[in-house]
């Protein structure tokens, strides 16, 4: 009970820590005399590739919000988008052509037509996260 683990990059909590918060908060309803101590850590290596697959889950979220014209939806209703396995490949192309970052042109100067795996490397390299982004994941 001393520490509630979250995924790495995330600050939503699984079923696990739910149920481990559960008890937290009934024993401090039970025992009014306890009190909590709450401090954050992110683990940089593995909370910054956690936070890059976020921020790419969330580019791709947005362009399907965008494609079913929700384009004035709260950025919080992000996390609520689905993207399922059949329509993976359209709004990872949507949003790799949408991406500020230098791609790969062919002869004449446009953009190449990448497979999935290139496209994904790309934008994941391409996503800066930054000491403060972990702070912030922390608190």
Known sequence: MNQVEFAYGRATLDEPSEEKM????????????LSLDISGYAE????LDGLKLYHFERKLKAQKLNDE????????????????????????????????F?????IIGLVKDLPQEEMETLMFTNIEVTDEDLRELAR
Request: no cysteine; aromatic share 6%.
């Open 22 to 33: 559960k008890k937290i908060s009934e024993a401090l309803i039970d025992r009014p005399s």
């Open 102 to 106: 230098p791609k790969p042109r062919n």
């Open 69 to 100: 014209g929700k384009k004035d939806a709260e950025s919080a209703s992000l996390d609520e988008v689905k993207i399922e396995q059949d329509e993976y490949l359209k709004y990872l192309t949507m949003a790799y052509k949408k991406a500020d």
């Open 44 to 47: 940089k290596e593995k909370d």
